[in-house]
C-alpha cells in the first residue's frame, strides 16, 4: 500500500501598508525546527483547526478564520475576517506525505499595530519594501518559499495597498498547482494557465504562468 498522503487546508495573510519607501508588506521569519521551511521567511499563517471549522459555511469561511487567529498568534496583530480579500490558493504539488491547500489573503495593516513574534514558530520579522525583499533573497539574506516569491512579485506590480487591495477584490482568486519540470540550471514550475502546464514544452508561444528557479536566479512571468 502506498503512503497516505495528508492534504492540510491552511490560511495565510499578506499584510500591506504604505511607506515612503513604497508598498511594504510583512514577513516574519519562521521557526527553524518546523517542518515546512523551517527558518524562511514568509507571511503570516498555518492550518486550518477543527475549531476554525465551527459555525464556518464552507472552506473560504474557515480559512478566513484561521487567517485571524494565525496572524494573532504568530504576529500579534488583530485583523477582521470580513477586510480579507482572497488574492490565490495554492497546492504543494504531488509527492510529499504532507500537502497544503492554502488560501492567501490581502489585507490592509491597521495603524499602531504592534508586531510581537513568540521566538518559537516565528522568530524575527521585518517590515520591508517588496522591491527589497526580493532584493535581499536574491542576495542570499533571507531565504523565501515559492509561493512568497510569486506573491511578492504579483503585489509589486501595484503602487499602494488601496489598488493592490481593489485589484484582488475585482479579479477571480488565481489557483497554483506547481508542475515541475528540470531546465538547465535548476526547475521550472508551471502553474494552471501557462501554455506549457500540460506537455512541460516551455518554448512553445502562448502564456505564461511559471516561475524559473535556477543558478541564475528566480523568474517568475505571468501574463495570463
Not at 23 to 42: M, T
Not at 43 to 65: I, Q, S, W
Not at 85 to 102: K, Q, Y
Not at 192 to 214: L, T
Request: no cysteine.
Amino acid at each position: 500500500m502506498g503512503q497516505e498522503v495528508l492534504l492540510r487546508p491552511a490560511a495565510t495573510v499578506v499584510l500591506l501598508r504604505d511607506s515612503d519607501a513604497g508598498l511594504e508588506v510583512l514577513l516574519i521569519q519562521r521557526g527553524r525546527k518546523l517542518v515546512f521551511f523551517g527558518g524562511a521567511w514568509a507571511f503570516p499563517g498555518g492550518r486550518v483547526d477543527d475549531e476554525d471549522r465551527a459555525g464556518a459555511e464552507d472552506e473560504l469561511a474557515a480559512a478566513r478564520v484561521a487567517a485571524v487567529r494565525e496572524t494573532r498568534e504568530e504576529a500579534g496583530l488583530e485583523i477582521a475576517a470580513e477586510d480579507l480579500v482572497p488574492f490565490s490558493h495554492w497546492t504543494t504539488p504531488p509527492g510529499p506525505p504532507r500537502r497544503f491547500s492554502t488560501w492567501f489573503f490581502l489585507a490592509h495593516a491597521r495603524s499602531g499595530g504592534h508586531v510581537q513574534v513568540d521566538g518559537s514558530e516565528t522568530l524575527a520579522h521585518r517590515w520591508i519594501e517588496i522591491g527589497a525583499a526580493i532584493e535581499a533573497r536574491a542576495r542570499g539574506e533571507i531565504e523565501i518559499p515559492p509561493p512568497t516569491f510569486a506573491t511578492l512579485v504579483k503585489i509589486g506590480t501595484f503602487p499602494d495597498a488601496r489598488s493592490a487591495l481593489e485589484a484582488g477584490r475585482s479579479r477571480d482568486v488565481i489557483y497554483y498547482l506547481p508542475r515541475i519540470h528540470p531546465v538547465e540550471g535548476g526547475v521550472v514550475s508551471f502553474y494552471p494557465g501557462d501554455v506549457a502546464y500540460e506537455d512541460g514544452d516551455p518554448e512553445q508561444p502562448g502564456p505564461r504562468r511559471r516561475m524559473y528557479r535556477v543558478e541564475s536566479g528566480w523568474r517568475y512571468e505571468d501574463d495570463v
